[in-house]
């Protein structure tokens, strides 16, 4: 109902303002048909939709007619996992975002989230 689009509405927000951070810095982002990319993060909007600059195919030998690419727009739902530097991770920030998350509405899903993607990064 409401609450639970309210609570999937506040973690998007979070993630979004945590991967605004990271404007500028090297990632990795692995999509659902197994491309990997690497580039500098340019911009990311509230669907966690990605644009890269400085791009670069990691398996390029496999997907050769990309790598002629050097930006890229990526749509957040094609997307299964983004890399980040640990350097880059921001530990407090997640750890308040998970924090405040709990206390303004516990669910299963923000308890477990929260430190599965501090892990994950570190």
Known sequence: GAASSGLATMATFQFNSFFKTLIGKEIAVELKNDVALTGTLHSVDQYLNIKLTDVQVVDADRFPQLSAMKNCFIRGS???????????????????????QTK??????????????????A
């Open 78 to 100: 094609v997307i299964r996992y983004v890399q980040i530097p640990a350097a880059e991770v921001d530990t407090e920030l997640l750890q308040d975002a998970a924090r405040q």
């Open 104 to 121: 303004d509405g516990p669910s299963s899903s923000s308890t477990t989230s929260a430190p599965a993607t501090a892990t994950a990064s």
